[in-house]
Nanobody
Framework: QVQLVESGGGVVQAGGSLRLSCAAS????????MGWYRQAPGKEREFVAV???????NYADSVKGRFTISRDYTKNTMYLQMNSLKPEDTAVYYC??????????WGQGTQVTVSS
């Protein structure tokens, strides 16, 4: 089992920045991938960004050039640096981890609200 705890959400004005953190209860060194997803009110959960075990990254088109995913093995933590935030980025952001055996874990989510 892996517990994931997100933090760093909050309220920010459009154009501002936030950095989300996802702290894992176990080592993130040997995982298949970790990622961020978000869910806005009345919408389905959607992919935001992913970082694979090999370090490759991929982003949703809507956040490319504005968001950066990274990880710190020493802290068992993944990050999402979000710049140039827009009101449409408002959502609950969820951390996801997929282990090498493809077991799948989610955090509880952190609210990001971008005001115009």
């Amino acid at each position: 089992q892996v517990q994931l705890v997100e933090s760093g959400g909050g309220v920010v004005q459009a154009g501002g920045s936030l950095r989300l953190s996802c702290a894992a209860s176990r080592s993130i060194f040997n995982v298949n991938r970790m990622g961020w997803y978000r869910q806005a009110p009345g919408k389905e959960r959607e992919f935001v960004a992913v970082i694979t075990g090999a370090g490759s990254t991929n982003y949703a088109d809507s956040v490319k050039g504005r968001f950066t995913i990274s990880r710190d093995y020493t802290k068992n933590t993944m990050y999402l640096q979000m710049n140039s935030l827009k009101p449409e980025d408002t959502a609950v952001y969820y951390c996801n981890l997929v282990r090498t055996d493809y077991s799948n874990y989610w955090g509880q989510g952190t609210q990001v609200t971008v005001s115009s």
